[in-house]
């Protein structure tokens, strides 16, 4: 629909530029020139043909052409536009249109104002949600003190050990199921199944990192890092990209990791429930985002 809006707007334009023929020298010697003029007589002399064009004296064809395909323009253009809106509320079912889209069409366009019809759209749409929503759990991994580690060091082994730290961690938690994750230059934010798996896979990052500082990393200061945890319900889609997902339940994760100690994972209230077993978790006495805090740490 846009592109014959666009075609027709173009044939307006087609038919104004023979108007400046006159004023550009020897115009009539070139061939594109001469073809433009010999379609623009073609059209005009057809709609001479078919309607009277005269008025005082004025041979109006060419205007003529010029408002029908302006309008024509506009015609599809505003189709695109209700066709556009059509789109928008059409719901993932394989393909096809939900049974009340016809209905939003309507009410988008201005046609029906029902308030049952309105109702029904909504707690539709609210069922649709509701499938979406799953019990998940967020882990937030940050690098203590980055900046300072760099200090004094090779840019060039600088950008290799942060890689193989972003590997090591990668593959860490993609052992213990990790759905999606988000990485800022020095930190990642991991969607887990369950607050058990987030639970394991930031142990196993903490355990994993005393042979990490040994073995790969080359600059002089190890790696130490800060964990934090939270789980809830969550509107999750395969499709959606951990960038895209935005809920409390992801910011208290974030929040908790911003407090807890290095080396240390801190885990919130509504996580620790979630869990088959607190074992070597300590209460910290300290509330984040109104959540309860307990730790783990390396013994």
């Given at each position: 629909m846009r592109l014959f809006s666009i075609a027709a707007l173009l044939v307006a334009v087609f038919f104004l530029l023979p108007l400046g023929v006159p004023y550009l020298d020897n115009a009539e010697t070139y061939r594109v020139v001469r073809r433009i003029l010999a379609i623009d007589k073609?059209?005009?002399?057809?709609?001479?043909?078919?309607?009277?064009?005269?008025?005082?004296?004025?041979?109006?064809?060419?205007?003529?052409?010029?408002?029908?395909?302006f309008i024509v323009s506009r015609v599809f253009s505003r189709l695109a536009r209700a066709f556009g809106a059509g789109q928008e509320i059409r719901y993932d079912t394989g393909g096809t249109a939900s049974p009340d889209a016809g209905a939003a069409v309507n009410?988008?366009?201005?046609?029906?104002?029902?308030?049952?019809?309105l109702l029904e759209i909504m707690a539709e749409t609210k069922k649709k949600l509701e499938s979406m929503e799953k019990d998940l759990a967020f882990l937030s991994i940050d690098v203590?003190?980055?900046?300072?580690?760099?200090?004094?060091?090779?840019?060039?082994?600088?950008?290799?050990?942060?890689?193989?730290?972003?590997?090591?961690?990668?593959?860490?938690?993609?052992?213990?199921?990790?759905?999606?994750?988000?990485?800022?230059?020095?930190?990642?934010?991991?969607c887990f199944p369950s607050a058990e798996a987030a639970l394991t896979a930031a142990q196993n990052v903490l355990n994993g990192l005393q042979g990490f500082n040994k073995n790969v990393k080359t600059i002089k200061k190890n790696f130490r890092v800060r964990c934090g945890i939270n789980a809830g319900r969550v509107y999750y889609?395969?499709?959606?990209?951990?960038?895209?997902?935005?809920?409390?339940?992801?910011?208290?994760?974030?929040?908790?990791?911003?407090?807890?100690?290095?080396?240390?994972?801190?885990?919130?209230k509504p996580?620790?429930?979630?869990?088959?077993?607190?074992?070597g978790l300590k209460a910290t006495g300290k509330e984040v985002d109104e959540h309860e805090v307990y730790q783990w740490s390396r013994q």
């Open positions: 073609e059209a005009t002399d057809f709609v001479r043909g078919l309607m009277p064009v005269k008025l005082g004296g004025h041979d109006l064809s060419r205007w003529i052409l010029i408002v029908l395909a009410i988008l366009a201005g046609g029906v104002k029902s308030r049952q019809t203590v003190g980055s900046t300072e580690m760099k200090v004094g060091e090779d840019k060039t082994q600088i950008e290799v050990d942060f890689r193989e730290y972003v590997r090591f961690v990668d593959a860490t938690v993609a052992a213990q199921g990790a759905l999606t994750s988000a990485w800022t230059p020095d930190g990642v934010m991991i889609d395969r499709s959606v990209s951990m960038e895209q997902m935005s809920d409390r339940v992801i910011d208290v994760a974030g929040h908790v990791q911003k407090y807890a100690l290095p080396n240390t994972v801190g885990i919130a996580a620790v429930r979630r869990l088959p077993s607190r074992e």
